[in-house]
């Protein structure tokens, strides 16, 4: 079955830290790839997608690359700032979309002043 | 141009009771995704539905069930409801045609 991997937190950060969060995945076929960020009491946004390997998703400052090879889709950003504190889920579909969405159990992101 | 809107916001009920949660998509989309998400967990999908039918299902059990108007807002209903089904429910709708999903604030349900 499909299924994606984050590593666990809660993640706590100097604000301007460099921030990564890994994201593995488990699929059969060619996924899409997605990095949700969740703010409390809020619902899921989008914060970037890859499609295809090799691609780079990127906003506000947040990077991911769609690594085949290893099967993995780690979310980076040079420095974080406070507001980046949430949840961020990392997500996969298969078939254009056209199945269900598999989220990975979420890693929690805390930056301190 | 309003994104995803669920109705109600917060809901209290008691077990065996049943519930309602409504969700209007992003205007131009036409499918809409249902997903429950437990505290401290990523969402899990529960169904989707296009024109109108089910078209993918989750492991859900069938006291939740759901409906798509002809303006493709949706209903999820969960029947008898379990202390287990306390959650956020959030709803997601797309285009058919594309794969990426906007999300709802979500409804969330306290079962007592």
């Known amino acids: 079955g499909n299924s994606v991997t984050q590593m666990e937190g809660p993640v706590t950060l100097s604000e301007e830290a460099f921030l990564t969060i890994n994201c593995t995945y488990t699929a059969t076929g060619y996924p899409s790839l997605f990095w949700y960020v969740q703010y409390p009491g809020e619902g899921l946004q989008l914060l970037l997608k890859a499609t295809k390997a090799d691609d780079k998703g990127s906003n506000k400052g947040f990077e991911a690359t769609y690594r085949k090879e290893t099967t993995s889709f780690h979310l980076e950003k040079g420095s974080v700032q406070v507001s980046d504190s949430a949840v961020y889920f990392c997500a996969l579909t298969l078939d254009t979309g056209r199945r269900a969405l598999t989220f990975g159990s979420g890693t929690r992101l805390q930056v301190q002043p | 141009d309003a994104g995803v809107t669920q109705s109600p916001t917060h809901l209290i009920k008691t077990r065996g009771q049943q519930v309602t949660l409504r969700c209007s998509p992003k205007?131009?989309?036409?499918?809409v995704s249902w997903y429950q998400q437990a505290l401290g967990q990523g969402p899990q999908f529960i169904f989707q539905y296009y024109e109108e039918e089910e078209r993918q299902r989750g492991n859900f059990p069938d006291r939740f069930s759901g409906h798509q108007f002809p303006n493709y807002s949706s209903e999820l209903n969960v029947n008898a409801l379990l202390l287990g089904d306390s959650a956020l429910y959030l709803c997601?709708?797309?285009?058919?045609?594309?794969?990426?999903?906007?999300f709802g604030p979500g409804t969330r349900l306290t079962v007592l």
């Open positions: 997601a709708s797309r285009p058919t045609s594309a794969y990426t999903q906007y």
């Open positions: 205007s131009g989309h036409d499918t």
